[in-house]
């Protein structure tokens, strides 16, 4: 199998007090884990598919056999997308982008202000991000459920997820307290690697 289940590199409790350790423990090792299980198994009896990376079959996602596409659309989008998530965050607070990745977004607070706009804005369960465009620009992106932006031709570097099981249990449904929460989290040294790879 090409694709392994992502390994979160920090506890449970470390991303405490913006988000609570039960959440993390949860959200990792039930929705994302379930995600991963469902997305090896609809592979299983397609071994080319096997030896492809979850981000190669969501780039190509209208090339997966049709019986399969949608369960790889949700789950293959829900293992990649929840792996982006936990990378972009650290323990011990956000640092800042370089002065260069925030001239790259417009301004760090311009950008930050239009993100949050988006994450509130955001009409049930998806993701908003912050993707490298077909053009090679910088978007925002709000995406539903568990879509993914490689499969619109566009390069995510940065997620937060917008479902509710991400903050329900500390925040209720107190999203905007959750995003601004989230925005002490950001590991901007990783977001400007990812774009480094795609530039």
Known sequence: MKNTFYK???????LEPHIDSKTVEIHYSKHHQNYFNKFTEALEKYPELQEKSVEDILKNID????????????????YFNHSLYWSVMQPGGSNKPSDDFAQKLGG??????????????LFGSGWVWLAVNQEGNF?????????????????????????????YLK???????????WWNLVNWDVVEKLYQLRS
């Open 63 to 78: 090339s997966v056999p049709e019986d399969i596409r949608e369960t790889i659309k949700n789950n293959g989008g829900g």
């Open 8 to 14: 979160l590199n920090y506890n449970y409790d470390s």
């Open 171 to 181: 925040y209720q449904n107190r999203r905007a307290e959750y995003i601004e929460a």
């Open 139 to 167: 978007e925002i992106m709000q995406t539903a459920n568990q879509n993914c932006p490689l499969s619109e031709g566009n390069y995510p570097v940065l997620t937060i997820d917008l479902w509710e099981h991400a903050y």
């Open 108 to 121: 760090f607070e311009n950008f930050k202000e239009e993100f949050t706009k988006k994450s509130l804005s």
